[in-house]
Every structure is written in C-alpha cells, then in structure tokens.
C-alpha cells in the first residue's frame, strides 16, 4: 500500500493547533481558501473520518502551516476535543546531519515516540503530511542518515504496529513544499512551480470534483470491486514481464487483495492514502524469484534512487544495482533481516488519472499510483485473512513478511505485463501492456 506514515525525523515538538509556529514566510502562489477549506473537510470527513469525541495527532512540516491551521479548524467543528501537532522542518533537519557530531545519530527523541504510541492507544486518528525535499540530504554521509532510521524506526515500531494493523484511523496526505514544487516543476519560477503543484495534488485528491466526498465514495467502490475480483481468481503467484524485469511474486496462503478504504476494528472507516489508485496484496516473504527494474525513481531518506535493479532468490535480494542512490538503496536493504524481502505487490494500470497526468512527483504517496509496485519490508496483517489476529508465528507461517521498513517501489509501466499463476500450473492474463486484461 500504501504510503506508510513517514518516520519522525525528530526535529519539531508537538504543541496545541493554536499555537502553529510560523510557516516560513508568505506562501508562494496560495490555492484560494475555498480549495484549501475543501482539501481540508476532504483530509478529516474522509481521510481519517475523524468522529466527534476523538483526538486528531497531525504530523507535518512547518510549510504545511496553512492547512494544517484549517485542518485544526474543521476537526474541532467536528467535535474533536485536541488537535495536537508534531512539526517538521527541512532546515533543521538538514543541520543535524550536516553538522551534527559524529557518535549523536542513533540518539531519537523517544517521548515522541511515547507520546504518538500513548496518542494511538487513546485511540487518537492520525493524519501524516508529506511534502519535504527529495534531495534534503544530498552531500551528508549517508551513514549518519542509516544509523538514525534505524534506531528511529525501532523507537517508533510499537505506534507503527497499531497503524499497520488498522488499530486507529490514519491518513497520509501532502502539501506542496518549495523546494519539492522545484524538484517536480524543474526550471520553472517558484511561485508557478508551487501553483502547478497544488494543482497536481487536488487533481490527484479529487478536490475539484462537484462533489470530493461523493467522487471519494464511488472511487472507492470501484477499488474494492476490482480487488473482490481479484481475491475470486485465488492466484498462487503472478509473474511481471517487461524491460529489465522477469519477476515471479508468489502469493502469501490465504492472501486478501485490499483497495481504497479500510476499517478499524470498531468499524470506522477510512482513507489511508490520499491519493490511491492500487489494489494490493501480500507476496509470499520465500516465493519471490528473478529479477526486477524499477520504472521509475525512488525518493527515499532525503535521496532519489534512480536506475535500478533488483535480483531475487528464494524471497530475499541477492543483488542490487543502482545508477544513483546506491548508499540510500543499501541502507534500505540492510535495515534489518526483513528488509530483503517483499511485503506487497500492488497492481495500478498505466492509465491511471497520476500516470496520465505525467507528472513524476519524487514522492512514494503520488508515484506509487502511477504504476504497479512492490514493496520491500513489512506486509499488511490485513492482506491475508485473520491476519489482525495473528500472532508473529502464524503470520510468519502464511507467509508474511516482518520488518521495522516498508519501502515501495514503481515496477510497472505501459511495457509491462502481468500473468496470474493458479496452483494448478494454468496461466491467465492479469495485464497487458500495463492495462487490466479482459
């Protein structure tokens, strides 16, 4: 799936929404209030579905102060009784590990951590926003990067488990940051580089439709369609074919194909992504063989991973090359034991609205919508049936995959196609030149 919720960095503090530190300066080339009121009633009566009587955690980068601020707004008119913020920002996040002393990065502000977990087992709703720069950290040691994820990622571990499960309702959606609109509108001025971004963004969110809340009901019904269709065929595997990629993803037993909105155990739905356009699934972690290239780059850990590959061997890489990045593809890869196997294998036609609108956004939320994609690390528990009450050891037995990382990455693209495989050994058309067959 999915755009996980992203990893603190650890640099902001959480406060009330009433006293949003200042954004940075005069936003360049806002969106009109009506636009960003919309996002915003879209982001909480969707997204999270934020109920009256519930706290709201938001996690953002300063920039996104601005709708934050009306995000705030319409959750307490919906009855929330806290908004809490954790803040973000690229500057000082770039400091420390720039400038930072070397024997400091595996420190992480653990009451972050405790405070999210504590926030979630009040069942709080959490609303992550993206937007940072995809090259923050270019030019710094990787290895600061990869000690401080690592030990980030294990400090955060215990909320990430609640989220993954679906404990609570989450959200991941996006604001457009200056330097991401430079990243994606290359060469343009800032302030129409911004605009062309906001524009993107409330496409890809239906924000514009008559209706966003009605248009977000019926897209999600078309997903779930699609993914009952899928879970009818009962595939033992499927196999992608294109340039660079012969890859054989087998499925995980009693694998669950899942798509648009999920549910919390006391039944409240939600938008986990904000855009999505994928149905999912979980690879078996031992049943993934050949090897794969990615269609498209990779933002990851203040880096873009460009031009690479993969090569799998009894459901764990064997080999990994990249054109640029491969500090940060490493660093992914050695996380931990799971991180060399797959947690998802999600299906997006080559024809989806974010594909057709050509833009490459450098960001996984976006990207991923615009093609199939796998993921590295840890799997859904809700991808296999009963999975939310499974325990490690039966997860582990139908094939689950566990890992502190989730990491997605683009593999489908209009020359690539997809068979599905039944245990029988019969083979049938999933996709052809990146469009559903049949």
Request: hydrophobic content about 45%; glycine content about 10%.
């Amino acid at each position: 799936m999915t755009r996980l919720p992203p990893t603190d960095p650890g640099n902001g503090a959480p406060s009330a929404a009433a006293a949003v530190p200042d954004a940075g300066g005069p936003l360049e080339a806002p969106p009109s209030a009506s636009r960003m009121r919309a996002y915003a009633e879209l982001l909480i009566r969707v997204g999270v579905n934020l109920q009256a009587g519930q706290g709201l955690l938001v996690r953002a980068p300063i920039e996104s102060a601005p709708l934050v601020r009306e995000v705030a707004r319409v959750a307490y008119r919906v009855g929330s009784p806290l908004v809490d913020v954790m803040w973000s920002d690229d500057a000082v996040t770039r400091a420390r590990f720039e400038l930072g002393p070397e024997g400091s990065f595996e420190r992480v502000p653990q009451w972050r951590a405790d405070g999210r977990l504590a926030m979630y087992r009040q069942g709080f709703a959490s609303l992550a926003v993206v937007g940072d720069d995809p090259d923050l950290l270019a030019g710094t040691d990787p290895k600061r990067w990869a000690t401080y994820i690592r030990a980030s990622q294990q400090a955060n571990r215990p909320a990430q488990a609640i989220s993954m499960r679906d404990g609570i309702p989450w959200c991941v959606a996006a604001y457009p940051g200056l330097s991401w609109a430079r990243k994606v509108n290359a060469g343009v001025p800032d302030g129409l580089a911004v605009a062309r971004l906001w524009d993107a963004i409330f496409t890809a969110t239906r924000v514009d439709a008559a209706d966003p809340v009605g248009a977000w009901r019926e897209h999600s019904q078309r997903l779930k369609a699609l993914a009952e269709r899928l879970n009818a065929r009962r595939y033992a595997a499927l196999r992608f074919r294109g340039p660079g990629t012969d890859l054989r993803v087998g499925l995980a037993e009693g694998h669950v194909w899942v798509g648009a909105s999920a549910r919390t155990p006391e039944g409240q739905e939600f938008m986990p992504n904000m855009p999505t356009e994928e149905v999912f699934t979980a690879p078996h972690r031992a049943r993934v063989d050949g090897t794969v290239r990615a269609s498209m780059p990779l933002a990851s850990g203040g880096a873009v991973i460009e031009g690479f590959a993969l090569r799998f061997e009894d459901g764990r890489v064997v080999e990994a090359r990249a054109e640029r990045g491969q500090d940060e593809l490493d660093r992914i890869l050695d996380s931990d034991e799971g991180a060399r196997s797959l947690g998802e294998v999600a299906l997006v036609p080559a024809s989806s609205p974010i594909a057709r609108s050509g833009v490459l956004f450098y960001e996984t939320l976006f990207d991923e919508n615009a093609a199939s994609h796998i993921a590295l690390g840890k799997a859904y528990p809700n991808t296999v049936g009963g999975g939310e009450a499974m325990d490690d050891a039966e997860a582990a037995a139908a094939g689950l995959n566990d890992s502190i990382t989730h990491v997605d990455f683009m593999i489908g693209s209009a020359e690539v196609d997809v068979d599905g495989e039944f245990e029988d050994g019969r083979v049938e058309a999933v996709m052809r030149a990146g469009e559903w067959a049949g």
